[in-house]
């Protein structure tokens, strides 16, 4: 059973685009979205996150859109560049001693 | 402050043989989590231990099993290997905030031939 669904799996994009990654989950009971950042070879790390009081949160060019109605959030990268180039993990957790459950990942690519 | 060590980094096993991964989690961590990572799945939640006790533990048959040392390290191990056990096992620690933030290590690309 996958908890949370991640599209698309692959992403290219031009540098200085937007690449959009999105969410979505059906436990309501979560109450915690963070996004990983994982780049070849290392482990993954967590990036930027978000609770379900506030619709969006900004962190440098990285950006998260919440909509706890439609049970979905989604990952903006502005003004991307290719260093941004790596596998982004959506992920889910009811707070308290809950694991931590992963979207299935998307690969970003960032060409020049 | 250094980061979560896991060992070996990488490893080739054949079917039926058994395999133990080590976790050294960052210093004053007190959880530990395990995830199996492959290109079609991601990352699946194989089990959790703090203070030596399994906390929460995924879906994954028996034959893989886990433990944690007073010192906060931790070793899982997985019994009469198949093939479909080729992934990359992570390792993250965490301390108990409220978000409990996971922090992963480089993990341990296991093969099975």
């Known amino acids: 059973q996958q908890q949370v669904k991640q599209s698309p799996q692959s992403l290219i994009v031009q540098k200085g685009g937007i690449p959009i990654i999105n969410c979505a989950y059906e436990?309501?009971?979560?109450?915690?979205f963070p996004w990983y950042q994982q780049f070849p070879g290392k482990g993954p790390a967590l990036l930027i996150a978000?609770?379900?009081?506030?619709s969006e949160k900004k962190e440098g060019r990285f950006t998260i859109s919440f909509n706890k109605s439609a049970k979905q959030f989604s990952l903006h990268i502005m003004d991307s560049q290719p260093g941004d180039s790596a596998t982004y993990f959506c992920?889910?957790?009811?707070?308290?001693?809950?694991?931590?459950?992963f979207g299935k990942g998307t690969r970003l690519s960032v060409i020049a | 402050k250094a980061g979560v060590t896991q060992t070996p980094r990488y490893l080739i096993k054949t079917r039926g043989q058994q395999v133990t991964l080590s976790c050294s989690p960052i210093?004053?961590?007190?959880?530990v989590s395990w995830y199996q990572q492959t290109p079609g799945q991601g990352l699946q939640f194989l089990f959790e231990?703090?203070?030596?006790?399994?906390?929460n533990k995924g879906n994954f048959p028996g034959r893989f099993s886990g433990r944690q040392f007073s010192n906060s390290r931790s070793e899982m191990n997985v019994s009469t290997l198949e093939l479909g056990d080729s992934a990359l096992y992570l390792c993250?620690?965490?301390?108990?905030?409220?978000?409990?933030?996971?922090?992963f290590g480089e993990g341990s690309r296991l093969t099975v031939l």
């Open positions: 978000i609770r379900p009081d506030v």
């Open positions: 992920a889910a957790r009811i707070s308290g001693n809950t694991p931590l459950v």
């Open positions: 231990y703090f203070s030596e006790t399994q906390r």
């Open positions: 993250a620690s965490s301390s108990q905030t409220e978000t409990g933030e996971l922090f």
């Open positions: 210093s004053g961590h007190r959880s």
């Open positions: 436990n309501t009971a979560f109450d915690y």
